[in-house]
């Protein structure tokens, strides 16, 4: 037989099950996958010269021989297998790219049971990084050598956020190889693509603000004052340190505004949204002041002016993280707090969802431990903004007795340094050193009182936690609080207003009565879970006294702001500076003193003197403004409710039968012991409760008192939580 074996090669025999199947030899790409997908020659370098003209070095790859199961070579010299039957395309590269990371993604899952924790070595790992909006190149990431991170840019990513370890973007981070595909993805003719279709419910009304009127710039121009009115409107709101914001700059603001001006259409409705609120807020300071009476300064409604800052943050869209969202976002919060006169559940609510996209925003990391590069000048504003909007969320949540929505493990953030406007700009290359605490700057307010917000909001967490609150911690955070109140700055510490230097300015006078309430209410809320502790209980007893010292403080500094706002007094032109954040720790003084009444079974005739003046000058502070604002009013309800039970007589021992549940205290009736009268004498409310002395009478029944009468029962067992809700709902 002959020799057949030379004609192996040529003939074969076809499978039986597929008669008609032909095999093809496979032949190599010789080009690289950019310059199949443009039709261009390619030289078969690697990089290829097209490709390095162009710039897409990096992306330029040769597919692999699909007989020989060798990896692909890219640009960047990573190799990687394709699947043999894989059409070539860059689509379908990426493709086999992330069916790679879906297994290593099962992989992690499955073997993330046994991996160490990077806390127990000592060391920190950041898995965030930032993603940044399109033209963002990687010229504008700075890597931090502790922090890994990147910059994500790519057609498909349009927004720009900072996304956690737990985002789907984090693990590109660690595989670029599924982003160089992604890049190098031909971009696809609009023209040809078919429309998008909206949800239907991207035109609906806002969900915070609500339905808003269609926002021109020529109507923008309408609703403004006259350049000369903005001018005298804007100079008063940065001559006015207390209300001023600390993240606006003041030297780029000015540099925006003259452009605005200029060109109005060039600045965007973010910004804009910034400028009324900026008005709104001069406006209410004109008009404290007696500005309005002026005839060369035509003033706006304050009202109108807030809503259109809000018409121009809805189409500014606020929430696609444009620049300065935040920033507008926490203004338009601030004119808001300024503007009202109760307290507004709005307001938190705003501040909340600030806080989400401020996060979204990177605003919780220091701009130091980012991949993004930012500039000194945008570090420093950031750090002011980030501390603005904790400081108002710790506030707000204590009114309403609320968990702050920002954790302190959540962040990073330094606290912003004490400087001056004037001690930086956009153009600093390197920021100078933070002016010592002796330089009375008008940040040096905002950087102490950042430090005790971080006591702050641990007391906050420790006082709201369902768990049984350890002793030991409530000392330690009481030693902290003492120790920040003995370092803060000669400047800012508290002194009596009549005392007080004639150079001093009022916004110094404020501050100072802003840190003063800060630190008394923190040691208040700290100490107080244990006002209602068995007497007999030593243990306690240093608690009852630190609460009971700190409530008539806060009320002696009611007694004396009121005074001051009065007409001739020296706070008279800015009596719109204490907020209904701050009148609210007012109340819950209030509170503490009459439960620590109700409880003390022997209390000394000095110290039951003091405290029920101390009440009844509260209650008649809230009563005179009770036609102003419903919160005064239900104030001043709530005090004759407590003072009524105070002052009643009881007897000891009801009678068989008696329902005891709502009976009040055994206390004597004061009206009746001459030798306990205070030496500047009181006026103890009529047995009616109800508003006299010329004032529109609100009878109780407008506010059920029950449910605060019967709490006052059983002090023991008092929710003070309920009670925070009663006082700033009722």
Same mark, same amino acid.
């Given at each position: 037989?002959?020799?057949?074996?030379?004609?192996?090669?040529?003939?074969?025999?076809?499978?039986?099950?597929?008669?008609?199947?032909?095999?093809?030899?496979?032949?190599?790409?010789?080009?690289?996958?950019?310059?199949?997908?443009? !039709?261009?020659?390619?030289?078969?370098?690697?990089?290829?010269?097209?490709?390095?003209?162009?710039?897409?070095?990096?992306?330029?790859?040769?597919?692999?021989?699909?007989?020989?199961?060798?990896?692909?070579?890219?640009?960047?010299?990573?190799?990687?297998?394709?699947?043999?039957?894989?059409?070539?395309?860059?689509?379908?590269?990426?493709?086999?790219?992330?069916?790679?990371?879906?297994?290593?993604?099962?992989?992690?899952?499955?073997?993330? $049971?046994?991996?160490?924790?990077?806390?127990?070595?000592?060391?920190?790992?950041?898995?965030?990084?930032?993603?940044?909006?399109?033209?963002?190149?990687?010229?504008?990431?700075?890597?931090?050598?502790?922090?890994?991170?990147?910059?994500?840019?790519?057609?498909?990513?349009?927004?720009?956020?900072?996304?956690?370890?737990?985002?789907?973007?984090?693990?590109?981070?660690?595989?670029?190889?599924?982003?160089?595909?992604?890049?190098?993805?031909?971009?696809?003719?609009?023209?040809?693509?078919?429309?998008?279709?909206?949800?239907?419910?991207?035109?609906?009304?806002?969900? @915070?603000?609500?339905?808003?009127?269609?926002?021109?710039?020529?109507?923008?121009?309408?609703? @403004?004052?006259?350049?000369?009115?903005?001018?005298?409107?804007?100079?008063?709101?940065?001559?006015?340190?207390?209300?001023?914001?600390?993240?606006?700059?003041?030297?780029?603001?000015?540099?925006?505004?003259?452009?605005?001006? !200029?060109?109005?259409?060039?600045?965007?409705?973010?910004?804009?949204?910034?400028?009324?609120?900026?008005?709104?807020?001069?406006?209410?300071?004109?008009?404290?002041?007696?500005?309005?009476?002026?005839?060369?300064?035509?003033?706006?409604?304050?009202?109108?002016?807030?809503? !259109?800052?809000?018409?121009?943050?809805?189409?500014?869209?606020?929430?696609?993280?444009? !620049?300065?969202?935040?920033?507008?976002?926490?203004?338009?919060?601030?004119?808001?707090?300024?503007?009202?006169?109760?307290?507004?559940?709005?307001?938190?609510?705003?501040?909340?969802?600030?806080?989400?996209?401020?996060?979204?925003?990177?605003?919780?990391?220091?701009?130091?431990?980012?991949?993004?590069?930012?500039?000194?000048?945008?570090?420093?504003?950031?750090?002011?903004?980030?501390?603005? @909007?904790?400081?108002?969320?710790?506030?707000?949540?204590?009114?309403?007795?609320?968990?702050?929505?920002?954790?302190?493990? $959540?962040?990073?953030?330094?606290?912003?340094?004490?400087?001056?406007?004037?001690?930086?700009?956009?153009?600093?290359?390197?920021?100078?050193?933070?002016?010592?605490?002796?330089?009375?700057?008008?940040?040096?307010?905002?950087? *102490?009182?950042?430090?005790?917000?971080?006591?702050?909001?641990?007391?906050?967490?420790?006082?709201?936690?369902?768990?049984?609150?350890?002793?030991?911690?409530?000392? *330690?955070?009481?030693?902290?609080?003492?120790?920040?109140?003995?370092?803060?700055?000669?400047?800012?510490?508290?002194?009596?207003?009549?005392?007080?230097?004639?150079?001093?300015?009022?916004?110094?006078?404020?501050?100072?009565?802003?840190?003063?309430?800060?630190?008394?209410?923190?040691?208040?809320?700290?100490?107080?879970?244990?006002?209602?502790?068995?007497?007999?209980?030593?243990?306690?007893?240093?608690?009852?006294?630190?609460?009971?010292?700190?409530?008539?403080?806060?009320?002696?500094?009611?007694?004396?702001?009121?005074?001051?706002?009065?007409?001739?007094?020296?706070?008279?032109?800015?009596?719109?500076?204490?907020?209904?954040?701050?009148?609210?720790?007012?109340?819950?003084?209030?509170?503490?003193?009459?439960?620590?009444?109700?409880?003390?079974?022997?209390?000394?005739?000095?110290?039951?003197?003091?405290?029920?003046?101390?009440?009844? *000058?509260?209650?008649?502070?809230?009563?005179?403004?009770?036609?102003?604002?419903?919160?005064?009013?239900?104030?001043?309800?709530?005090?004759?409710?407590?003072?009524?039970?105070?002052?009643?007589?009881?007897?000891?021992?009801?009678?068989?039968?008696?329902?005891?549940?709502?009976?009040?205290?055994?206390?004597?009736?004061?009206?009746?012991?001459?030798?306990?009268?205070?030496?500047?004498?009181?006026?103890?409310?009529?047995?009616?409760?109800?508003?006299?002395?010329?004032?529109?009478?609100?009878?109780?029944?407008?506010?059920?008192?029950?449910?605060?009468?019967?709490?006052?029962?059983?002090?023991?067992?008092?929710?003070?939580?309920?009670?925070?809700?009663?006082?700033?709902?009722?």
């Amino acid at each position: 037989m002959a020799d057949m074996s030379q004609f192996t090669s040529v003939f074969y025999t076809h499978s039986s099950s597929d008669p008609t199947k032909v095999s093809k030899r496979s032949r190599m790409t010789l080009s690289c996958l950019n310059c199949r997908s443009r !039709k261009l020659k390619c030289d078969r370098q690697l990089p290829c010269g097209a490709c390095a003209k162009r710039g897409d070095q990096v992306t330029c790859k040769f597919a692999p021989w699909a007989g020989s199961g060798a990896g692909a070579v890219s640009g960047n010299g990573i190799g990687i297998s394709a699947a043999r039957s894989a059409p070539p395309g860059q689509r379908q590269e990426a493709q086999i790219r992330l069916q790679r990371l879906e297994l290593m993604v099962q992989e992690l899952v499955s073997t993330s $049971g046994s991996a160490s924790d990077p806390a127990q070595d000592g060391t920190l790992e950041d898995h965030g990084q930032w993603q940044a909006a399109p033209g963002e190149g990687p010229e504008s990431v700075a890597h931090n050598g502790s922090t890994p991170g990147s910059v994500v840019s790519s057609s498909t990513l349009v927004d720009r956020a900072y996304h956690g370890a737990t985002h789907w973007a984090a693990f590109l981070d660690h595989i670029r190889e599924i982003q160089d595909a992604l890049d190098a993805e031909p971009e696809i003719n609009m023209a040809d693509a078919s429309p998008i279709q909206q949800a239907p419910y991207q035109n609906s009304p806002d969900l @915070l603000f609500g339905s808003t009127a269609p926002l021109t710039i020529q109507g923008i121009m309408r609703s @403004l004052p006259s350049r000369q009115i903005s001018d005298r409107l804007v100079s008063l709101y940065f001559s006015s340190k207390f209300t001023a914001v600390p993240f606006i700059h003041v030297h780029q603001f000015q540099r925006q505004y003259e452009a605005f001006w !200029k060109d109005p259409p060039s600045a965007s409705f973010i910004w804009i949204s910034i400028l009324f609120s900026i008005l709104c807020i001069a406006s209410v300071v004109a008009g404290a002041k007696g500005y309005e009476e002026s005839p060369h300064l035509e003033l706006r409604d304050p009202s109108f002016l807030m809503t !259109k800052a809000v018409e121009s943050l809805v189409a500014g869209e606020y929430l696609t993280d444009k !620049k300065y969202a935040i920033e507008a976002l926490l203004i338009h919060a601030h004119a808001r707090n300024i503007c009202s006169k109760n307290s507004d559940s709005v307001l938190w609510a705003t501040i909340g969802f600030t806080t989400r996209l401020a996060q979204r925003g990177g605003y919780h990391r220091d701009p130091t431990h980012l991949p993004q590069r930012f500039s000194p000048f945008e570090a420093e504003i950031r750090r002011r903004t980030w501390f603005f @909007l904790r400081a108002l969320d710790l506030l707000l949540s204590y009114q309403l007795g609320m968990p702050p929505t920002i954790h302190d493990d $959540g962040s990073d953030t330094k606290e912003p340094g004490n400087y001056s406007d004037d001690d930086f700009d956009e153009d600093t290359v390197v920021m100078p050193s933070p002016r010592p605490p002796i330089d009375p700057t008008p940040m040096l307010y905002h950087h *102490t009182k950042s430090k005790i917000c971080h006591i702050l909001s641990r007391v906050l967490h420790h006082v709201l936690s369902m768990k049984r609150r350890q002793y030991h911690v409530t000392c *330690t955070l009481n030693d902290e609080l003492h120790l920040w109140y003995a370092e803060v700055p000669a400047s800012l510490k508290i002194r009596p207003i009549r005392t007080t230097s004639f150079s001093d300015q009022n916004h110094t006078i404020m501050q100072r009565i802003v840190l003063e309430l800060v630190y008394r209410r923190t040691l208040c809320n700290l100490h107080r879970p244990f006002l209602g502790s068995g007497q007999d209980n030593g243990q306690y007893s240093l608690s009852r006294d630190i609460c009971r010292d700190s409530a008539l403080r806060l009320l002696d500094l009611h007694a004396e702001f009121d005074r001051e706002t009065q007409p001739g007094g020296r706070m008279y032109e800015d009596r719109y500076l204490l907020s209904s954040l701050g009148l609210h720790d007012f109340k819950v003084a209030a509170m503490v003193i009459c439960l620590d009444l109700n409880e003390s079974s022997q209390p000394s005739a000095g110290d039951r003197d003091r405290e029920i003046c101390a009440l009844q *000058t509260a209650y008649n502070i809230w009563r005179a403004r009770a036609s102003e604002s419903h919160d005064a009013r239900r104030a001043s309800i709530a005090l004759g409710v407590m003072l009524g039970r105070l002052t009643k007589p009881t007897s000891k021992n009801p009678a068989p039968g008696e329902d005891t549940s709502t009976s009040a205290p055994v206390i004597m009736d004061i009206s009746s012991q001459s030798h306990l009268m205070p030496a500047t004498g009181y006026e103890v409310p009529p047995n009616d409760f109800t508003l006299v002395n010329g004032l529109s009478a609100y009878p109780l029944d407008l506010v059920d008192s029950r449910p605060l009468d019967s709490a006052l029962n059983d002090p023991a067992n008092l929710d003070w939580s309920y009670l925070d809700q009663y006082f700033a709902i009722n």
